[in-house]
Nanobody, 123 residues
Framework: QLQASGGGLVQAGGSLRLFCQAS????????VQWYRQAPGKERELVAAISTSGGSTSYADSVKGRFTISTDNARNTVYLQMNSLKPEDTAVYYC??????????????????WGQGTLVTVSS
C-alpha cells in the first residue's frame, strides 16, 4: 500500500529526494511520517506532516536541511534532503495514516509502513 523510493549514494553536501506513494484502495493520506534507522541504532522520527492542515515537524538534527511535503492529488509525500551528512546514512521508512472505503462503502483508517529505502552519504 506504501511504496518508498528515491534512496541512493550521495556525497556529503549533496541532495536526495525521497518519495512515499500510497496505492491500491487508498483514498487519501491523512498524516505521514518519515523515520530512519542507522546500523546498530534505534529507529528515529525524522519528519512529519499533516496533509489536511499542512503542519510539519522535524527532528532537530535535520531542521533547515530536510523538507517534507505532499502532493495530495497523487497520494505522494516527499522528503527533500539537502546538505546531507554522513550521519544521515540510514534506511528511511515512511509511515502513513490512510483512509480507504471497504466493500460496504464504510470509511476505514489504516496505518501502513513503506518497505524502506537506503540512503548512503559518503564523506
Amino acid at each position: 500500500q506504501l511504496q518508498a523510493s528515491g534512496g541512493g549514494l550521495v556525497q556529503a553536501g549533496g541532495s536526495l529526494r525521497l518519495f512515499c506513494q500510497a496505492s491500491g484502495r487508498v483514498s487519501s493520506i491523512n498524516a505521514v511520517q518519515w523515520y530512519r534507522q542507522a546500523p546498530g541504532k534505534e529507529r528515529e522520527l525524522v519528519a512529519a506532516i499533516s496533509t489536511s492542515g499542512g503542519s510539519t515537524s522535524y527532528a532537530d538534527s535535520v531542521k533547515g536541511r530536510f523538507t517534507i511535503s505532499t502532493d495530495n492529488a497523487r497520494n505522494t509525500v516527499y522528503l527533500q534532503m539537502n546538505s546531507l551528512k554522513p550521519e544521515d546514512t540510514a534506511v528511511y521508512y515512511c509511515r502513513a495514516d490512510t483512509l480507504y472505503y471497504n466493500d460496504y462503502g464504510a470509511p476505514v483508517v489504516a496505518a501502513y509502513w513503506g518497505q524502506g529505502t537506503l540512503v548512503t552519504v559518503s564523506s
